[in-house]
């Protein structure tokens, strides 16, 4: 079955097919997990395949109900404002989706547990406060997305689907900027250097599709060349791969001290150790522009290459 709203994600797009194909036959999808980093689109694929999964009394989808998970604190939340108003108790054909799963509390973690124990009739009767409630996978499909799975009970991580997002390519992030600029006159040029800042991010690419479309519209064209994108670049002060200040000088530093250990570049950027990790660092190394060696973080060739790149750039910009 086709998806061709979803650009890239073949392998992703292949096993949902071929869930959906013993949908059709059986009316069953087991429990999914989308697993991906923030911005992959794991919510836009889930958007996607609700669309497909078809009520068969009505012969429309199934309601779609989504719900971030941090908003979930307790098992009588989870009954009282989503399975007896939107499931009917669990005999309505709902899409239920579960946004931010790591969020979730032990409570309601263990509560799934019992709705989604695998048994050949695909159903579980949950007891709450002495009302039992059925959970048929032929009502309910059950959709969960995470980015960091890795947080989650591994029991009920073993009861799931799990479906891992891969990374995109440039071009396919020129394709979903382009998909939010219809009507603009770009060349595929330009698209191209776009893609190269957006840090392989999906919602990145979507954000700067409305970028571009908010500058022509701001200044009543339709068409947007190199240069009106190298002076959105210079009011906007977007750097080559889409790096940030902190990063750059990040790279600074270790160019300067040959090597740094996670304290002291913490110390030198008042940054904390995770914020370094988390929001810095994975970057850095994804690119190759830094690596761990005995004495600490060090800078690459290709991290020398990259704050050459900057510099020139900035001199570029000057030039505008």
Known sequence: MSFEEVIGQT??????????????????????????????????????FKEKLINPETGKPKKFIEINCSTLKTVNQLVERVIIPHMGGGTEFVTLFLDEASELPIGITNAFLTMLNPNPNHRNNFNYNGIDI?????????????????????????????????????????????????????????????????????????????????????????????????QLRKDLEIMPLGLEETEIKILKLLREWGA????????????????????????????????????????TQLGINALKEVSDFKQELKRL
């Not at 191209?192 to 409305?210: E, H």
């Not at 009543?220 to 240069?227: G, R």
């Not at 008042?270 to 060696?293: C, D, P, R, V």
């Open 134 to 230: 059925t959970i048929d996978l032929r009502y309910t499909t059950f959709l969960f997305a995470s980015s960091e799975v890795q947080k989650m009970f591994i029991s009920l991580r073993d009861r799931l689907e799990e479906l891992h997002l891969e990374g995109y390519t440039n071009h396919q992030l020129s394709q979903i900027v382009a998909r939010n600029l219809d009507g603009v006159d770009i060349e595929q040029e330009v698209l191209d250097d776009i893609a190269t800042v957006l840090r392989g991010n999906a919602r990145a690419a979507q954000k700067y599709g409305f970028k571009v479309a908010s500058r022509i519209a701001s200044r009543n064209k339709k068409k947007f060349t190199f240069d009106d994108w190298l």
């Open 260 to 299: 740094l250990t996670l304290t002291n570049l913490s110390c030198k950027t008042g940054l904390t150790k995770s914020a370094l990790q988390k929001g810095m660092e994975n970057y850095l190394m994804k690119l190759g522009l830094i690596e761990i060696g005995e004495d600490g973080r060090v800078i």
């Open 11 to 48: 392998k992703i797009k292949k096993k949902l097919s071929f869930f959906l194909e013993n949908y059709n036959v059986n009316g069953i999808i087991p429990p999914l997990m989308f697993v991906g980093q923030k911005g992959d689109g794991k919510t836009f694929l889930c958007r996607a």
